[in-house]
Nanobody, 125 residues
Framework: QLQLVESGGGLVQAGGSMRLSCAAS????????FGWFRQAPGKEREFVGS????????SYGEPVRGRATISKNNAKTTVFLDLNALDSEDTAVYYC??????????????????WGQGTQVTVSS
């Protein structure tokens, strides 16, 4: 099993930036690819971005494309989501997800086997 714990959420100002972290434990991080998703109240879960297990390829959802970066630090067993130029539309619970040997970035939540509990991000204007 792989355990994922997100952190770094909270209240952030519009126009600012944030970094979310996803700490992984239980398995070797280097063999896992990761996805970030978010869900706003009353809306469906939305794809934010994906990173392959090798770290060689990424994909981002249209609402965050050009503003988001996903990276992972195998040594520290942590995955990051950096998002800038925040606005109220970025307010949501953000989830980290993982799949072993993810060779191609995936945007469907059903493609991932392990999930964190989520962290709330609220963007204030």
């Amino acid at each position: 099993q792989l355990q994922l714990v997100e952190s770094g959420g909270g209240l952030v100002q519009a126009g600012g930036s944030m970094r979310l972290s996803c700490a992984a434990s239980g398995r070797t991080l280097s063999t896992f690819g990761f996805g970030w998703f978010r869900q706003a109240p009353g809306k469906e879960r939305e794809f934010v971005g994906s990173l392959t297990w090798s770290g060689g390829a990424t994909s981002y959802g249209e609402p965050v494309r050009g503003r988001a970066t996903i990276s992972k630090n195998n040594a520290k067993t942590t995955v990051f989501l950096d998002l800038n130029a925040l606005d109220s539309e970025d307010t949501a619970v953000y989830y980290c997800a993982a799949k072993q040997w993810l060779g191609v970035p995936r945007s469907r939540s059903s493609d991932y086997d392990f999930w964190g509990q989520g962290t709330q991000v609220t963007v204030s204007s």
